[in-house]
């Protein structure tokens, strides 16, 4: 998503173009060519991911006013949030929640979700557990779907610590 450019620097897309179109002309590895992208930031307020292409933004989701804190990468602020009621609630251990996705149909077929662990149903209810592997920074969790056996080994995993708004929390 775009923020809405409040003030400070600009990433400029016309000249990471340029960068990138000199980079392939120059032979160089296609590695180099990471000054095409400027990456991604979540607001802190809610968690909505955003181009990371201004100093200072308005997140879209929640309104809050989103300051990169340049050069502190990893140091983001936001002021308050101008649509609280847009605010995700942050995963934990043991909350109870539904799959209820906001499109109900993909492709044409019934959304099940995007799992390598299988297909869920609409409205089939889960508790979401903290993985093992989680580690400083990085929240993995995955969900224990009721009557949804997991397939080759894979779990129905989320990464984050925002509630994803395909699921609807219930306790």
């Known amino acids: 998503m775009r923020g809405t450019y409040v003030r400070g620097w600009k990433f400029s897309w016309e000249d990471a173009k340029k960068d990138f ?10 590695a180099a060519a990471h000054c095409a992208d400027p990456g991604i930031v979540a607001c802190p307020a809610c968690g909505e991911t955003h181009w990371r292409e201004f100093e200072v933004f308005l997140c879209l989701r929640c309104g809050a006013e989103v300051n990169l804190n340049f050069p502190n990468y990893g140091k983001e602020t936001a002021g308050p949030p101008a649509k609280p009621e847009m605010i995700r609630q942050k995963y934990y251990d043991g909350m ?7 499109q ?17 149903p609409i409205g089939t209810l889960g508790v979401v557990r903290r993985h093992p592997t989680t580690v400083y920074e990085t929240n993995f969790w995955h ?3 009721e009557g949804v056996q997991p397939k080759g080994g894979w779990l129905f995993g989320e990464v984050g610590v925002w509630v994803d708004d395909n699921l609807e929390v219930v306790s």
């Open 143 to 145: 969900i224990i779907w």
């Open 104 to 120: 109900k149909e993909k492709r044409g077929k019934t959304n099940q979700g995007d799992w390598k662990a299988g297909k869920v």
């Open 21 to 30: 179109d000199a980079y392939m002309a120059s032979d160089k590895p296609i």
């Open 96 to 102: 109870k929640v539904k799959w209820n996705p906001k």
